[in-house]
């Protein structure tokens, strides 16, 4: 069974960049990094740039581009919907919106009791 639950989505504004850079540089992903020199920030690259690892999770397709999490982050968030957003700024050093004056952000969002049991996620 399917869940209808979307641990990931992307506001109007993310899903023109992210085909803003798809058309720009061909196929890409996310990866949302857990800190470091670009803090906690979805981090955007052609496919291929970055290489996952087999821990790392699939959370979703954001207009064509995968969006992963590593496991230590996930646990972290698991009880949450990520919203990937877009707002003024420098993008992540490494990141395809790096230079374009804008940058994409994590906003997120508890699940609801429902949605962690859809999830076969414990409420929390």
Same mark, same amino acid.
């Given at each position: 069974?399917?869940?209808?639950?979307?641990?990931? #989505?992307?506001?109007?504004?993310?899903?023109?960049? #992210?085909?803003?850079?798809?058309?720009?540089?061909?196929?890409?992903?996310?990866?949302?990094?857990?800190?470091?020199?670009?803090?906690?920030?979805?981090?955007?690259?052609?496919?291929?740039?970055?290489?996952?690892?087999?821990?790392?999770?699939?959370? !979703?397709?954001?207009?064509?581009?995968?969006?992963? #999490?590593?496991?230590?982050?996930?646990?972290?968030?698991?009880?949450?919907?990520?919203?990937?957003?877009?707002?003024? !700024?420098?993008?992540?050093?490494?990141?395809?919106?790096?230079?374009?004056?804008?940058?994409?952000?994590?906003?997120?969002?508890?699940?609801?009791?429902?949605?962690?049991?859809?999830?076969?996620?414990?409420?929390?």
């Amino acid at each position: 069974m399917k869940t209808a639950v979307a641990r990931v #989505i992307a506001t109007g504004p993310a899903l023109e960049m #992210i085909a803003e850079l798809r058309h720009r540089h061909g196929p890409i992903m996310f990866f949302q990094s857990g800190g470091c020199c670009d803090g906690s920030t979805p981090m955007c690259y052609q496919a291929g740039e970055f290489n996952l690892s087999d821990t790392d999770v699939y959370l !979703g397709n954001l207009n064509g581009a995968p969006f992963y #999490i590593g496991l230590e982050q996930y646990g972290y968030w698991e009880h949450t919907q990520l919203i990937i957003d877009v707002v003024q !700024g420098n993008g992540g050093m490494f990141s395809l919106d790096n230079g374009t004056g804008r940058r994409f952000l994590t906003r997120s969002r508890l699940f609801t009791d429902e949605e962690c049991r859809e999830l076969g996620l414990s409420s929390l």
